[in-house]
């Protein structure tokens, strides 16, 4: 059975930092591109961050770039995210999510097949 | 910069056809996946390359694909297919992801 389980949120105080990790079970995951999506309470779904299979390529929403740091361990079949300066509006559960990266004509894509149970991370103080 | 729109909510009673609707300027060039989120769950995909359905989703469940709109179209809609549902797409190089901003489906 294809999981991903996400931990390491919880509370931290604005200007502090967290890391989150994502292990994965069930595939291969040095096959997939892997990111991480967020949801603030009662709001709709961010995307955050993308990484490449190997780790050579990672992207960000203009929001986190800068202060948030994805990475993987593919021997480990581990992801994470590394948030530092964090903001009241960082406050979402965070979703680990597996992607199906493919290329049709001029464009490529990346959509997300599997999805963790999320992790909550509350920035206040 | 680019943008996906949805109408904040639709409403259908049970058996109706229901349709959300996403649209985006970069649409007639670019896919369009959809996700559906019930309540206190992560999302699940229902839809994706724009009108293909993965395995385990119910037929009923459909998209197309047409101009700078595409839609999500749920014939026969169910109770249990109430919560909200997300389009999403990509830029070009696939690297960066956008979200709609989510439509409430309520059946009752």
């Known amino acids: 059975e294809v999981q991903l389980v996400e931990s390491g949120g919880g509370l931290v105080q604005p200007g502090g930092s967290l890391g989150l990790s994502c292990v994965a079970s069930?595939?291969?995951?040095?096959?997939?591109?892997m990111s991480w999506v967020r949801q603030a309470p009662g709001k709709g779904l961010e995307w955050v961050a993308n990484i490449k299979k190997d780790g050579s390529e990672k992207d960000y929403v203009d929001s986190v770039r800068g202060r948030f740091t994805i990475s993987r361990d593919n021997a480990k079949n581990s992801l994470y995210l590394q948030m530092n300066s964090l903001r009241a509006e960082d406050t979402a559960v965070y979703y680990c999510?597996?992607?199906?990266?493919?290329?049709?004509?001029?464009?490529?894509?990346?959509?997300?097949?599997?999805w963790g149970q999320g992790t909550l991370v509350t920035v206040s103080s | 910069s680019y943008e996906l729109t949805q109408p904040p909510s639709v409403s259908v009673s049970p058996g109706q056809t229901a349709r959300i609707t996403c649209s985006g300027d970069a649409l007639p060039k670019k896919h369009a996946y959809w996700y559906q989120q019930k309540s206190g769950q992560a999302p699940v995909l229902v839809i994706y390359?724009?009108?293909k359905r993965p395995s385990g989703i119910p037929g009923r469940f459909s998209g197309s694909s047409s101009g700078t709109m595409a839609t999500l179209t749920i014939s026969g809609a169910q109770v249990e297919d109430e919560g909200d549902y997300y389009c999403y797409s990509t830029d070009s190089r696939g690297t960066r992801g956008l979200f709609g901003g989510g439509t409430k489906l309520t059946v009752l």
């Open positions: 390359e724009d009108n």
């Open positions: 069930g595939f291969t995951l040095s096959s997939h591109w």
């Open positions: 999510t597996r992607g199906v990266g493919y290329c049709s004509g001029a464009f490529c894509y990346n959509y997300f097949d599997t």
